[in-house]
């Protein structure tokens, strides 16, 4: 009998059933994107003598060689590795990004992109244009650290962040003295005029008109853009992300109330997302957007400006604000060039 006994005991002990674990109760919390700032800060703003936007360099003092192709040492680098290499945003639609189907870029950045490349190698079939340019994905926030200058070298963290360099970035770059000073860079002319917006979700019955309306509610911008800057410098509560498209991906979670960058890129995430509404800061003036180049390669600046004039002067950049920016009201800009 104690045998028995002793084996039902072991057996009930055996087949015990373990009590169920205790599960948190409510939604799962939603995460958020790497490199949040909750609490972000103004950078030291630099010394510069610079004030407004800063001029560019003349094309007419281009050196072409045969053929008619720019000549000197900046292109003969680029024509020897046989790719031009452009940092762009690939996530903000109009401007340049990727079809996830076909891995094709497009958008106005794109284009102008393949117009200097041709304008660099002579032109170049459809089909040869991804052996020719090379496009590299940079973050908003550290757009200007892949180009190579020299301030950039001094930076510690720098090539860490952005081990690959290029050659010039064409990402929607506003054209501000303090980023010639600090990244150590050159600007072309600007081929956009971009005005800041903000974009909230669901519809507005009493739409704001600045972000005074926002004041104490969380508003997100790339960190390191004039955006961020105009969000501190505001009563609303300051939220930076490395890419302007995180801040679309928290606007959607519920976790910011508002997104604040230029209209382009909030066009597109509204035609991305139809229940968002873009609406108008009338306190923000424009923001010239040019393509940003070492200012060790003045050339480049230079062959940059010549396609832009050529751009503007067939018609070809008033098509392209048809074709991404139809119904903003976009005009092209005039140059502004340096005294030589």
């Known amino acids: 009998m104690r045998r028995l006994a002793l084996a039902l005991a072991l057996l009930a002990a055996g087949c015990s059933v373990p009590a169920e674990p205790t599960l948190p109760h409510g939604p799962a919390p939603r995460p958020v994107p790497e490199g949040v700032a909750f609490s972000p800060t103004a950078p030291p703003a630099p010394q510069t003598t610079c004030t407004g936007v800063p001029q560019s ?26 790719q031009l290499v452009v940092g762009v945003s690939q996530t903000l639609q109009q401007l340049s990004s990727r079809d996830l189907r076909t891995g094709e870029m497009d958008g106005l950045e794109i284009k102008l992109t393949e117009r200097i490349a041709d304008a660099l190698f002579g032109t170049i079939a459809p089909e040869e244009r991804p052996k020719k340019i090379r496009y590299v994905a940079v ?21 860490k962040r952005n081990a690959v360099k290029v050659d010039m970035v064409i990402a929607d770059a506003t054209m501000t003295c303090q980023r010639v000073q600090t990244y150590g860079l050159l600007y072309s002319s600007p081929y956009l005029v971009a005005k800041q917006g903000i974009l909230v979700r669901g519809t507005v019955e009493k739409k704001p008109t ?34 302007s498209a995180d801040c679309m991906v928290m606007l959607q979670r519920g976790q910011v109330d508002a ?7 909030l066009a597109g995430f509204a035609a991305q997302d139809g229940n968002s509404t873009v609406l108008p800061d009338s306190t923000a003036g424009d923001d010239p957007a040019g393509v940003a180049i070492s200012n060790e390669a003045p050339d480049l600046v230079r062959l940059v400006n010549a396609v832009l004039e050529q751009m503007r002067a067939d018609g070809s950049l008033a098509n392209l604000y048809k074709t991404y920016f139809d119904g903003l009201g976009k005009t092209v800009p005039s140059p502004d060039y340096r005294t030589e």
């Open 57 to 82: 360099l003349n094309p007419n003092r281009l050196p072409r060689g045969a053929g008619g192709l720019p000549s000197g040492p900046v292109f003969d680098t680029i024509r020897g590795r046989g």
């Open 139 to 159: 973050p908003t926030g550290s757009r200007f650290e892949s180009l190579d200058t020299k301030e950039n070298r001094a930076q510690a963290d720098s090539a």
């Open 210 to 243: 600045d972000l005074t309306a926002f004041a104490g509610r969380k508003v997100c911008a790339a960190e390191n853009t004039v955006n961020i800057t105009r969000i501190l410098q505001s009563a609303a509560t300051p939220v930076s992300v490395p890419d």
């Open 259 to 265: 997104v604040v960058t230029d209209d382009v890129i």
